[in-house]
T-cell receptor, first 116, second 109 residues
Framework: DGGITQSPKYLFRKEGQNVTLSCEQN?????MYWYRQDPGQGLRLIYY???????QKGDIAEGYSVSREKKESFPLTVTSAQKNPTAFYLC???????????????FGQGTRLTVV | GQNIDQPTEMTATEGAIVQINCTYQ??????LFWYQQHAGEAPTFLSY??LDGLEEKGRFSSFLSRSKGYSYLLLKELQMKDSASYLC??????????WGAGTKLIIKP
């Protein structure tokens, strides 16, 4: 079955450590996105990528990094520079190369990161 | 600034009808999405409106008034599985998605 897989579902890390969240899709989608979701707030865009080897910062990119070496994969690294990393992270992809503005997004199941 | 307003939480009874409102103030408008999200899970697409009027899809309908900056999601014949958060998202003039905080819908027997 085609879909987006995020792993792990729950992740605990000590403060000051970098951590990488995995996102893999087998939908042959060009565009992939990382969002952060906090209670009482809308989804906020961290990074997005429309093609392999290219990505752009979203609204809250500080303290995060990404790579897009393969079409299927878009890992997100939460660095120690991120001041408040505890959150629910969602990865998404869309079938159109342009933007989620034109089509529905397909989301992964999310990773809940807790930094202690 | 850009703003999407939705009620934080609503409660309804199984079998009833509920309307979830979304008002927006954005720099331009190029469409509005509704998504459903069960706790701890991925959002799933419900509807997309770009023209004024009502779009019906089974038990769910979505309405848009661009002149009023207003949309609603109407859920009929409520079932317990409809307990979830409902997210409104607007596409602005730069074709960026602006997300509301979501409305948590609680269904009671």
């Amino acid at each position: 079955d085609g879909g987006i897989t995020q792993s792990p579902k729950y992740l605990f890390r000590k403060e000051g450590q970098n951590v990488t969240l995995s996102c893999e899709q087998n939908l042959n989608h060009d565009a992939m996105y990382w969002y952060r979701q906090d209670p009482g707030q809308g989804l906020r865009l961290i990074y997005y990528s429309q093609i392999v080897n290219d990505f752009q910062k979203g609204d809250i990119a500080e303290g995060y990094s990404v790579s897009r070496e393969k079409k299927e994969s878009f890992p997100l690294t939460v660095t120690s520079a991120q001041k408040n990393p505890t959150a629910f992270y969602l990865c998404a992809s869309s079938p159109e190369g342009a933007s989620l503005a034109y089509t529905e997004a397909f989301f992964g199941q999310g990773t809940r990161l807790t930094v202690v | 600034g850009q703003n999407i307003d939705q009620p934080t939480e609503m409660t309804a009874t199984e079998g009833a009808i509920v309307q979830i409102n979304c008002t927006y103030q954005t720099s331009g408008f190029n469409g509005l999405f509704w998504y459903q999200q069960h706790a701890g899970e991925a959002p799933t697409f419900l509807s997309y409106n770009v023209l004024d009027g009502l779009e019906e899809k089974g038990r769910f309908s979505s309405f848009l008034s661009r002149s009023k900056g207003y949309s609603y999601l109407l859920l009929k014949e409520l079932q317990m599985k409809d307990s979830a958060s409902y997210l409104c998202a607007v596409v602005d003039s730069n074709y960026q998605l602006i997300w509301g905080a979501g409305t948590k819908l609680i269904i009671k027997p």
